[in-house]
């Protein structure tokens, strides 16, 4: 599905990622760790468009994105979410899930001016659909409130809402946990297990909580330092000396960070 | 050449210092406080107006009112932050902005009830130049106000990286929020920022009310170029943003000088000078010469 | 909605102060009190006042009524002044409007207040040749000439003091651009040569540059066509330090007591200066400036004073001699008391003037800044004098027709 | 004071607070929908007024223009001058963010009032551009004619409402809102966030273009002291705060509003003796500074706040 393909990126002197590669496949879910400044954010941030590498190059779904804006890359499928919220604070949450949908006929500004009607008909189907991700993430009880009002957890969930509405193929979550209590936490891996299962998106998720992981990857790569250490089961991942030592140990990799 | 250097040259040297001194508080304002300080060219007005009142009532040189400049300038900046500036810090700055430009036409206003709208000078008559090697004429007030923008510039390195509050200003001007967790005293950094731009800025007004005259736009007209000047520098950079300003006001003065028998541009494009390498700036090197802040 | 509450509580308290006196009749001055022409503006106000207090001091008008100048601020730009016309016109109900500084001003307001609503406009100040062939009804006038004139008197005024080479550096508005223009065709056509011919902004710090390119071109003298409030000043006194030029040639826009404040009149004496003026048989300049620095102090000399106080007189005069304040009589009136022929009346002569037109004569206001007579166009062709420094003042040494 | 003159002083006042509130629409279009922080809109104002100038009025020997065009075809051609300037401009300058963007916007707008008042055979410098006509005139004239121009200067404002109320309810203005709100994530759902800027900017300038054309036409001339930043720019920046940003009828509002409070101060301020008359000018821009700032620290949502109903309604 995805290739990341030795990639480079260098901030001011800083080699945040360091010719790093791995592979994110069609089905099931991916986790992708590792301490802080190991470079997972800016991985997503390549791989979604917001960044672009020195050096390397993105593959997705067999086409080559690296040098395509992030914009592009979601219109082929390749949805995300941030870790520190993103939501569009002063519109509704509906709104929030509305305005994700594409609606290419509406979003020309001579048909907005115009042909009002034209798009119309695509505006009521994303709102329909935005209606059921709502109800499908169980907040659509707040459909009509400022998104911005929201507190961070349901916030979290907006974004994924707001993630599943183009029907991506791929969705990236940036810690979707943090922050966020554990209730809504197991809420939220139900949520995306079911989500794999039956619509077969597939998914790639950074986490700090080994065990949220566990619960929800089959695969796993660690990244540490800007480079891809291993990648495996969350078993094999575990127990891998190199990854304790990054995590726990105090190591060489630990110096640096 | 030489009259390159008479003409050209130094009158864009005096020009370049003030904007200079007003484009160091821009600089300083946009790094730590993080907005575009619309009033700042009428804090030069209310500086060199300061400076008339005292060369009036005290009948003192305008080199002697210029604490009174200060002291007007300083008192100006630090009530306008308290009242207009500081019950909108938590918002976005659009609004700090809009309140500037409110600010400047109270600031503004003011001065032209209290002082009146016809244009001053502090001394009349005027002084043949002095000529050095029977070739350079430099004025002599064109001497004073280049020294005295050289002494206050090293005495503005000095501040910033050997005391406290300098250092601090330094760090907040890097970095807010590294700052914040190293335990600064924000509102204090605050208050120095305001002084040294307001001071700085009275002082620059003073210096054009020496150059020409004091009138209420004298700081209005110059408030452009010294934005110029402070992103040519890079934000929060303030040392660049005297070297920003020199260059500004160079080049301003220089392209009108006929090169090639023709004048680059004609004289009366001057003021373009400093908006185009503003916008050229903000495409092409937003982070100024000296790695400045971007916002 | 406070606001809304605020604006019609700001709008009730206007309406019961306007209509709070009635026995008075009323004229509006349309000034730019704000904005760029702010710091000429004082003297230029004071002197519309001092035509208000002669009208009142001679016994009132229409029969011992209050003479009430409404003064609004027009910021000498076309927005503000169209909306402060816009209440002298129709909120005030004045008879008749002395104003609109700048043309710009003046021209927008005419146009969308005054010709509309039929209401004579005396500007003491607008130069712009755009104003001499509007379609206004008769209803803009004014007592300067347009600066085709005074272009043209000043080449010839140059020629006379064996000029036949000068620069000219002009501000780069209305004013400055009317006059450079006229004075270099009419200058080249009489067979001078314009060296160099440079407009600049007023706002500038220094002029040494271009200062120098002129003095470059082989020029006896410098034409200086600019305020010397603005940039005039310091571009007399950066030539003289620089030693660039030491002789110049002023209009009525440097002839301002400031300048001899800031260079002195030792090194202006060589400097010659054009501005409107009244024909020497009238020697009534003098006295007003003396009456004027008794009542205010200073600024007899600043520019635009006289034709202030004229614009003023002339249209009190035009109500006394319309007997009523119905607005195209005012209009109509206003050619009668200014143009010849009729008994000359001068500068406070109201209680004469009212006295003869008491007796059905018919008068003929002759001005401090000039005789004012208007032609079919509203313009007048003035007389323009010459003047020399003399002293801390100026002094009159010809004129031209 | 009469009635009449009542009613007369209104219809002036109309007229100008018509012009206003097409050009606080089309800031509304900008900073609203939007977030673009159009510090610049008194050059955009400048075309479009020199451009209805140009084509509409009567020959003239010292400038260009004497088209003597239909005004209609003046006003088109003066949104579409400003669109294709603003469009010049918001290439290079959208992806700035606000601060940066205004001082660019400011830049840009120096360097047209530099061109107007510097090349004299377009615009014929500071002199300004005479015998500019305004509709109908040959069948009106005298008063009958204000009433006619004010009727025209509110059916253009009408024009302005119902193009921006069609964008702001159309799923354009949705993005747009998204944008301002928040760029990146907008981006990260598949919108072109640069284009949606550009057209936005654009779109905005388009119809401060025609205001500036509109005040050609009250004022039947134009010269470059209309221009003056102050007037224009600040001026429906205090507007629009005033009224509401992000809503169209608060954008109206906003605009007649305040000139409303600008222009009736002014009413008490005459009253006052004459020898205050310099001092009370300032004093009343005093007044108008502080009002600002009350505005901006107590009234912030403006006298009607944005909607926050879903613009596409649900059928």
């Not at chain 4, 603003?86 to 530099?114: N, P, Q, T």
């Not at chain 4, 799923?171 to 072109?192: F, Q, T």
Request: charged share 15%.
């Amino acid at each position: 599905m995805l290739l990341f393909d030795n990639i480079v990126k260098n901030f001011g002197g800083v080699n945040a990622v360091d010719q790093c590669s791995f592979e994110i496949p069609a089905a099931g879910i991916t986790g992708l760790i590792g301490p802080n400044g190991a470079g997972k954010t800016t991985a997503f941030n390549l791989i979604a468009g917001h960044l672009h590498p020195d050096a390397g190059r993105v593959v997705f779904d067999g086409h080559d994105v690296t040098q395509l804006p992030a914009w592009q890359r979601q219109s082929m499928g390749l949805s995300r979410t941030f870790q520190l919220p993103h939501e569009f604070a002063r519109m509704t949450v509906l709104d929030n899930l509305v305005v994700a949908a594409d609606n290419r006929h509406g979003e020309k500004i001579l048909n907005a001016i115009f042909f009002p009607g034209r798009g119309r008909v695509r505006s009521h189907e994303a709102q329909l659909h935005a209606r059921r991700t709502l109800e499908f993430l169980e907040i659509d009880a707040l459909a009509d409130e400022l998104a911005g009002n929201l507190s961070g957890g349901q916030k979290k969930l907006l974004e994924l809402g707001r993630a599943l509405m183009q029907r991506p193929k791929l969705i990236l979550l940036d810690e979707i946990g943090a922050g966020v209590n554990r209730t809504l936490l197991s809420k939220i891996a139900d949520k995306i297990i079911a989500l794999n299962a039956s619509e077969g998106h597939a998914f790639c998720l950074i986490e700090h909580d080994l065990d949220y992981v566990a619960k929800l990857c089959s695969k796993v790569h660690v990244m540490a330092q800007g480079r891809l250490l291993m990648s495996g089961s969350i078993d094999e991942v575990k127990n891998d000396e190199r990854v304790i030592d990054v995590y726990f140990g105090g190591g060489k990799y630990q110096e640096s960070t | 050449m030489i009259e390159f250097i008479n003409f050209y040259l130094i009158p864009g040297i005096t020009l370049g210092s003030i904007y200079a001194l007003g484009a160091v508080g821009v600089s300083m304002i946009f790094g730590i406080l993080r907005f575009a300080h619309f009033a700042h060219g009428d804090l030069m007005t209310v500086g060199a107006y300061g400076a008339l009142s005292a060369v009036w009532v005290l009948g003192v040189s305008p080199w002697l009112a210029m604490p009174f400049a200060i002291g007007f300038a300083v008192i100006a900046a630090l009530c306008c932050d308290r009242m207009f500036y500081k019950p909108l810090r938590d918002l976005p700055t659009i609004y700090t902005v809009i309140a500037s430009f409110g600010v400047a036409l109270i600031l503004r206003s003011l001065i032209q009830v209290l002082w009146g709208t016809e244009s001053q000078v502090y001394s009349s008559g005027f002084q043949k130049p002095l000529v050095y090697f029977d070739t350079i004429r430099i004025a002599s007030r064109h001497v004073q106000i280049i020294s005295a923008t050289i002494v206050i510039t090293v005495a503005l390195h000095l501040f910033l990286t050997y005391s406290r509050a300098g250092r601090c200003m330094r760090a907040v001007a890097d970095d807010a929020s590294l700052a914040r967790v190293a335990g600064i005293d924000t509102d204090n950094i605050i208050r120095w920022t305001w002084v040294i731009g307001a001071a700085l800025a009275a002082v620059a007004g003073v210096f054009v009310g020496l150059d020409t005259d004091v009138h209420t736009n004298l700081g209005w007209n110059m408030l452009l170029p010294m934005f110029a000047a402070a992103l040519l520098g890079g934000i929060g950079k303030p040392l660049g943003a005297i070297t920003g300003g020199l260059i500004i006001g160079v080049v301003e003065e220089c392209v009108s000088y006929p090169f090639f028998g023709e004048s680059l541009l004609s004289p009366s494009y001057k003021s373009a000078v400093a908006f185009v390498i503003m916008i050229a700036l903000l495409l092409f090197r937003p982070q100024g010469l000296f790695r400045g802040r971007l916002l | 909605m406070k606001l809304t509450v605020l604006a019609s509580a700001v709008l009730a308290i206007a309406l019961g102060s306007a209509s709070a006196y009635s026995d008075e009749v009323k004229v509006g001055a349309l000034m730019g009190i704000t904005g760029p022409l702010a710091n000429f503006i004082p003297p230029i106000l004071n002197a519309a006042r001092l035509a208000e207090k002669d009208v009142n001091d001679g016994g009132g008008i229409l029969g011992g009524e209050k003479f009430t100048l409404v003064v609004v601020d027009g910021q000498a730009a076309a927005q503000p002044s169209v909306d402060a016309a816009s209440k002298l016109v129709n909120l005030e109900n004045v008879a008749a409007i002395m104003g609109g500084l700048s043309s710009g001003a003046t021209i927008a307001s005419a146009n969308a207040v005054s010709i509309p609503n039929g209401v004579l406009q005396v500007s003491p100040t607008s130069t712009s040749p755009a104003m001499t062939d509007m379609e206004d009804n008769d209803f803009l006038f004014r007592i300067v000439p347009s600066d085709n004139y005074q272009g043209q008197v000043l080449a010839k005024m140059v020629l006379e003091e064996q000029l036949s080479k000068v620069a000219v550096a002009y501000v780069n508005n209305d004013y400055g651009v009317g006059i450079a223009g006229t004075f270099k065709a009419a200058y080249e056509s009489m067979g001078g040569t314009v060296t160099a011919f440079e407009k600049h902004e007023d706002k500038k710090n220094s002029y040494r540059g271009e200062l120098a390119t002129m003095a470059s071109s082989g020029a006896e003298a410098l034409v200086v066509i600019a305020y010397a409030g603005g940039s005039g000043a310091k571009i007399v006194k950066q030539s003289l330090e620089n030693g660039f030029f030491d002789r110049f040639v002023g209009t009525d826009g440097l002839r301002d007591d400031l300048l001899i404040e800031q260079i002195g009149a030792e090194a202006l004496a060589t400097t010659f200066f054009s501005a409107p003026t009244s024909p020497d048989d009238n020697p009534v300049g003098e006295i007003f400036h003396t009456r004027f620095d008794e009542e205010f102090g200073e600024g007899s000399d600043k520019p635009f004073v006289d034709q202030s106080y004229d614009a003023t007189m002339l249209i009190a005069l035009a109500i006394e001699k319309a007997g009523t304040t119905d607005r195209s009589k005012v209009r109509d009136a206003l050619r009668e008391v200014a143009n010849a022929p009729g008994e000359e009346v001068g500068p406070g002569d109201w209680k004469k003037a009212v006295a003869l037109l008491a007796d059905g004569k018919d008068i003929n206001y002759e001005g401090v800044s000039g005789s004012h007579e208007f032609d079919n166009n509203g313009d007048v062709a003035g007389f323009i004098g010459k003047f020399v420094v003399d002293g801390d003042s100026y002094k009159q040494i010809a004129i031209f027709k | 004071m009469s009635a009449e003159g009542l009613a007369f002083y209104l219809i002036g006042f109309l007229t100008m607070g018509g012009i206003y509130a097409v050009l606080c629409l089309a800031l509304n279009m900008q900073w609203g929908f939007g977030g673009l922080f159009n510090a610049g809109i008194a050059g955009f104002y400048a075309v479009g007024a020199y451009t209805a100038a140009i084509l509409t009025s009567a020959g003239a020997a010292s400038h260009v223009g004497g088209f003597d065009l239909p005004i209609v075809i003046g006003l088109i051609c003066a949104g579409l001058l400003a669109g294709i300037t603003a469009w010049g401009i918001a290439r290079v300058c959208v992806r700035l963010k606000a601060d940066y963007l205004a001082m660019a916007s400011i830049g840009f707008a120096e360097i047209i009032r530099l061109v107007v008042i510097n090349e004299q055979w377009l615009t014929n410098g500071s002199l300004g551009i005479s015998r500019i006509p305004r509709p109908l005139e040959m069948v009106f004239s005298g008063r009958q004619a204000e009433i006619v121009y004010v009727v025209f200067v509110w059916l253009l404002v009408l024009l302005t409402y119902v193009v921006s109320q069609r964008l702001s309810r159309s799923p354009w203005g949705l993005v747009m809102r998204a944008i301002r709100d928040n760029d990146v994530a907008a981006d990260s759902i598949g919108k072109n966030v640069q284009r949606f800027r550009v057209e936005a900017f654009v779109v905005g300038s388009v119809f401060m273009g025609v205001a500036g054309a509109l005040s050609a036409h009250y004022f039947k001339f134009f010269s470059p002291d209309a221009t003056e930043p102050l007037l224009v720019t600040f001026l429906c920046w205090v507007m629009l705060i005033a009224g509401g940003s992000g809503n169209n009828r608060g954008a109206i509002a906003g605009a007649l509003v305040v000139w409303a409070i600008w222009s009736m101060t002014e009413i008490i301020t005459s009253h006052l003796p004459i020898e205050w008359a310099s001092r009370s000018a300032y004093l009343r821009m005093l007044l108008i500074g502080l009002f600002l700032q009350v505005v901006l620290q107590r009234y912030r949502q403006g006298l009607l706040p944005e909607r926050r109903t879903t613009p596409v309604q649900a059928r």
